[in-house]
Nanobody
Framework: QVQLVESGGGSVEAGGSLRLSCAAS????????MGWFRQAPGKEREGVAC???????SYAESVEGRFTISRDNAVNTVYLQMNSLKPEDTAMYYC???????????????????????WGQGTQVTVSS
């Protein structure tokens, strides 16, 4: 059974930093690509970043250059380092996992929420101006 547990959310002032963690269990971590998503009240869920099995990454334009996604396969954890935070980054942040299909290369990942079946419970990030 896939389990994803996020941590590291909180409240910061604009310009500050936070590091989110997502501890994964119940599956062969290296066979999965991982994603971070966020959802603000009244808005659709947005794919913030994803990381492939070989650690190739993809970012939403809104966070490119400020956020960094990484993974540590030794401890089955994916991270999201968030720098230069803005009030518009305020949202619930979710970790998600997707097993690579036979047709997915090791460098492939997706930021589309419809591609993910396993989700964490979320961690709140609030950025004040």
């Amino acid at each position: 059974q896939v389990q994803l547990v996020e941590s590291g959310g909180g409240s910061v002032e604009a310009g500050g930093s936070l590091r989110l963690s997502c501890a994964a269990s119940g599956f062969i971590y290296g066979d999965y690509y991982m994603g971070w998503f966020r959802q603000a009240p009244g808005k659709e869920r947005e794919g913030v970043a994803c990381i492939a099995s070989d650690s190739s990454t993809s970012y939403a334009e809104s966070v490119e250059g400020r956020f960094t996604i990484s993974r540590d396969n030794a401890v089955n954890t994916v991270y999201l380092q968030m720098n230069s935070l803005k009030p518009e980054d305020t949202a619930m942040y979710y970790c998600a996992a997707r097993r690579r299909s036979l047709y997915d290369s090791v460098w492939y990942c997706s930021r589309s929420s419809s591609n993910f079946y396993d989700w964490g419970q979320g961690t709140q990030v609030t950025v004040s101006s």
